[in-house]
């Protein structure tokens, strides 16, 4: 299997900075794209959408951290043993997160988010606008387990 290599295209400033787990939606934070590599002209029409997705690095987890087999989410042993990749839990292999947030305004090269779930300095690998049709087309489902976890998430 080949690496791959990719660059931040810019990080998060502000909001959060320790790690916590819930009450993600009243965390408001500035997405501050690298200057180096990135104009205004890349957000362009960005801000016309309401929300967006944002693909990040969870780089503070410690390499010892990693899970590639099942765990309880957060520990919880109320909850079944669930593989790494049957939950959204920050200690992947890849330590890929990727968010959901609601889109503010944009300011050059400043997005302004809230309900990023990801901590001051986190290195930001990727920004798409969210659009309705990459949705789910049919009706969504998921373990008891989930939705007590996420009932705090935001």
Known sequence: MSEIRVLPVG???GGRVPV???DWGRV???IQ???ERFGPEALYGLDGFSHIEVV????RVPAE???TGARHPRGNTDWPLVGIFGQRGKNRPNLLGVSRCRLLKVDGLDIHVSGLDAVDGTPVLDIKPWMAEFGPLDEVTQPAWATELMRDYY
């Open 20 to 22: 916590e787990d819930d």
């Open 65 to 67: 951290k990693i899970e």
């Open 33 to 35: 794209l690298d200057s």
């Open 56 to 59: 990040f690095h969870f780089d």
């Open 28 to 30: 408001e934070a500035v």
């Open 11 to 13: 990080h998060v400033v």
